[in-house]
């Protein structure tokens, strides 16, 4: 069983979370698209350095932090069916993928009924599938099938997407992270995986990575309360820190041709290490907020920060950027600002639905942050 301690850090980091990634969906460097090795091109500046520092580097802990506890919760509820299970996970995650992707679908059709939003969503290039094709309006019917089901203009839907794969793969995941003789090379394999940056539609190297390692925390009853001492934090916060200051430098400066690989592995480092820090370092920051009424109320809608903000965060960020380009500091008040207003604006909506409508508040969450 989970401890009463331990089910606070679980919605604590999931709300966190949650909220950390509005922030990494504003960044608006000129290389806005973040891959691990990812170099701005632009000279290293108090906003570049912060910008890509956190987005790219102390906020990187984030996904793999919700499969971790995705893949622990799941492994608690072995008592039930898997079929009975899969059934739930239906309502739970298929169904809030189709409703929030039709409603990015939506949200762009209308957008691009008028000239100005409409020119905001072309530069963003968010709907270009081709050199002819640059907008929704333009989709055939097909396409518009394949952006709702496959592509969606929410993009942050894809984490439900493979976490609803891993889930009806569950099965197959225990037998591979419990039997002694294939646990060993199925976690080579998924680690390699994930050292590769490895991504499908259906799967990618580092859900699947971390939410087995959930699942094989509980089976083991891996002690997640108290750090061994090969899991100080104190240890793993100085890496944590220096390694991702390290490779914003690098980013910025190119030091050497080939540096894609050493800015990919330098993030990994930053990953694990970010994880280890905030989960065995940061207990009583977790007793403090989660100690206050407020907080708590709060981090019932984490679901909707997550299925709210995009993709109404990149047509935003690409309208204040082509409204307020002639102001000093314009990019810093963007990355800050936005996500701020943009998280407040959805904790409102949903608390407003969830006492006005609770039954479609439901629907709409899959029945989270009903309580």
Same mark, same amino acid.
């Given at each position: 069983m989970l401890s009463a301690f331990n089910s606070q850090k679980f919605r604590f980091w999931s709300f966190v979370s949650m909220a950390l990634l509005v922030f990494v969906h504003a960044y608006n460097l000129n290389e806005n698209y973040l891959q691990p090795w990812t170099m701005p091109h632009e000279p290293l500046t108090f906003t570049t350095f912060t910008e890509y520092w956190l987005a790219n580097g102390l906020f990187r802990?984030?996904?793999?932090?919700?499969f971790m506890i995705s893949g622990y919760l799941f492994a608690i509820g072995d008592t039930k069916l898997h079929k009975q299970?899969?059934? +739930? &996970?239906?309502?739970?995650?298929? *169904?809030? *993928?189709?409703? %929030?992707s039709a409603v990015g679908l939506l949200l762009t059709y209308v957008l691009e009924l008028f000239p100005y939003s409409r020119n905001v969503?072309?530069?963003?290039?968010?709907? =270009?599938?081709s050199d002819h094709t640059k907008l929704l309006h333009q989709y055939q019917w097909y396409e518009v099938l394949a952006r709702w089901i496959f592509f969606p203009v929410s993009y942050?839907? %894809?984490?439900?997407?493979?976490?609803?794969? *891993?889930?009806?793969a569950y099965p197959a995941i225990r037998w591979c992270v419990l039997h002694p003789m294939v646990r060993w090379i199925f976690f080579s394999v998924v680690i390699l995986l994930w050292i590769a940056t490895f991504g499908s539609i259906l799967f990618?190297?580092?859900? @699947?990575?971390?939410?087995? @390692?959930?699942? %094989?925390? =509980? +089976? +083991?009853n891996f002690n997640i309360d108290v750090a061994n001492k090969w899991l100080n934090p104190n240890l793993w916060g100085i890496v944590f820190i220096s390694v991702s200051v390290i490779k914003t430098i690098l980013a910025f400066q190119s030091y050497f041709n080939g540096i894609e690989p050493v800015l990919l592995f330098m993030h990994k480092i930053v990953v694990? $290490?970010?994880?280890?820090?905030? %989960?065995?370092?940061? /207990? &009583?920051?977790v007793k403090f907020f989660m100690g206050k009424r407020w907080f708590v109320w709060l981090s019932a809608f984490s679901f909707m920060i997550y299925a709210v903000h995009a993709p109404l965060v990149l047509y935003a960020t690409k309208a204040f950027m082509l409204e307020?380009?002639?102001? /000093?500091?314009?990019?810093?008040?963007?990355?800050?600002l936005l996500p701020i207003i943009l998280i407040f604006l959805a904790i409102i909506k949903a608390a407003i639905l969830r006492k006005g409508f609770p039954?479609? *508040? $439901?629907? @709409?969450?899959?029945?989270?942050g009903l309580q």
């Amino acid at each position: 069983m989970l401890s009463a301690f331990n089910s606070q850090k679980f919605r604590f980091w999931s709300f966190v979370s949650m909220a950390l990634l509005v922030f990494v969906h504003a960044y608006n460097l000129n290389e806005n698209y973040l891959q691990p090795w990812t170099m701005p091109h632009e000279p290293l500046t108090f906003t570049t350095f912060t910008e890509y520092w956190l987005a790219n580097g102390l906020f990187r802990f984030r996904i793999p932090m919700l499969f971790m506890i995705s893949g622990y919760l799941f492994a608690i509820g072995d008592t039930k069916l898997h079929k009975q299970r899969v059934g +739930k &996970r239906v309502r739970t995650l298929l *169904y809030p *993928y189709l409703i %929030w992707s039709a409603v990015g679908l939506l949200l762009t059709y209308v957008l691009e009924l008028f000239p100005y939003s409409r020119n905001v969503v072309d530069a963003t290039h968010m709907m =270009q599938i081709s050199d002819h094709t640059k907008l929704l309006h333009q989709y055939q019917w097909y396409e518009v099938l394949a952006r709702w089901i496959f592509f969606p203009v929410s993009y942050q839907l %894809w984490f439900i997407r493979v976490l609803l794969i *891993y889930n009806l793969a569950y099965p197959a995941i225990r037998w591979c992270v419990l039997h002694p003789m294939v646990r060993w090379i199925f976690f080579s394999v998924v680690i390699l995986l994930w050292i590769a940056t490895f991504g499908s539609i259906l799967f990618e190297g580092e859900g @699947l990575l971390f939410f087995s @390692l959930g699942v %094989w925390l =509980q +089976k +083991k009853n891996f002690n997640i309360d108290v750090a061994n001492k090969w899991l100080n934090p104190n240890l793993w916060g100085i890496v944590f820190i220096s390694v991702s200051v390290i490779k914003t430098i690098l980013a910025f400066q190119s030091y050497f041709n080939g540096i894609e690989p050493v800015l990919l592995f330098m993030h990994k480092i930053v990953v694990l $290490s970010g994880l280890i820090t905030v %989960w065995y370092g940061c /207990n &009583r920051l977790v007793k403090f907020f989660m100690g206050k009424r407020w907080f708590v109320w709060l981090s019932a809608f984490s679901f909707m920060i997550y299925a709210v903000h995009a993709p109404l965060v990149l047509y935003a960020t690409k309208a204040f950027m082509l409204e307020m380009h002639h102001f /000093n500091g314009y990019r810093m008040f963007i990355f800050i600002l936005l996500p701020i207003i943009l998280i407040f604006l959805a904790i409102i909506k949903a608390a407003i639905l969830r006492k006005g409508f609770p039954k479609l *508040y $439901s629907f @709409l969450t899959g029945g989270r942050g009903l309580q």
